[in-house]
């Protein structure tokens, strides 16, 4: 196997076993005999647990990274607003494991550098959905649209309907609050 393919395969687990069991209670032991290789095959491409996060973080969260830099090129119109609200929720979606994992393991998180460096990318992209000049109500809108997002795609799972149509209806409430936080302003 490549060697690419054995990094991803350790994080797939690693990720399975820190959502089963959590961050904390997962060794590099259970992920090497879950994978079924030695400790020592592990350490060849990860030191510690926090290095196979770290990589998880930096594949799942590329996307994020790169509407930041998109949404920072384009006008502050209404229409960038709301394109980057849809762009965030397909970036969510699929890397909808990994945060999964952080909803559930927030002190865990919160303490490693992944922890820091996801905050810092959440406040990078919500200010880019509100104006400076934006009354604090209309502010918070905008940052709530992006927590819809993160709150229906995951606790929407619990509720009975199609997941597309769930989908849907998560988005159309984000956009409703960029709407009304740039007709209010």
């Known amino acids: ?20 069991q959590g961050y904390e209670k997962t060794s590099l032991r ?6 079924d290789v030695t400790k020592a ?12 996060l770290i990589g998880i973080f930096q594949d799942l969260t590329r996307p994020m990274d790169e509407l930041i830099d998109w949404a920072g090129e384009q006008p502050r119109t209404i229409e960038t607003k709301r394109e980057i609200v849809r ?25 490693l550098s992944v922890g820091l460096t996801f905050k810092e990318r959440m406040m990078a992209l919500t200010r880019l959905l509100y104006d400076d000049d934006f009354p604090v109500r209309e502010k ?10 993160h709150a229906g795609t995951f606790f929407m799972l619990n509720v009975e309907g199609d997941p597309e149509e769930k989908h849907e209806a998560v988005l159309e409430v984000a956009l409703d609050l960029i709407d009304e936080a740039h007709r209010a302003s």
Not at 1 to 19: K, S, Y
Not at 30 to 35: H, T
């Open 87 to 111: 762009r965030y929720q397909v970036a969510l979606l699929a890397a909808a494991p990994l945060f999964r994992f952080m909803q559930e393991n927030q002190a865990a998180v919160r303490e």
């Open 41 to 52: 095959a592990l350490y060849y491409h990860f030191k510690t647990k926090e290095d196979i």
């Open 30 to 35: 259970e992920i090497a005999e879950r994978l």
């Open 1 to 20: 196997m490549a060697r690419g393919n054995t990094r991803q395969r350790i994080q797939d687990v690693a990720l399975e076993l820190f959502a089963e």
């Open 140 to 149: 918070v809108r905008c940052v709530s649209a992006i927590f819809t997002l």
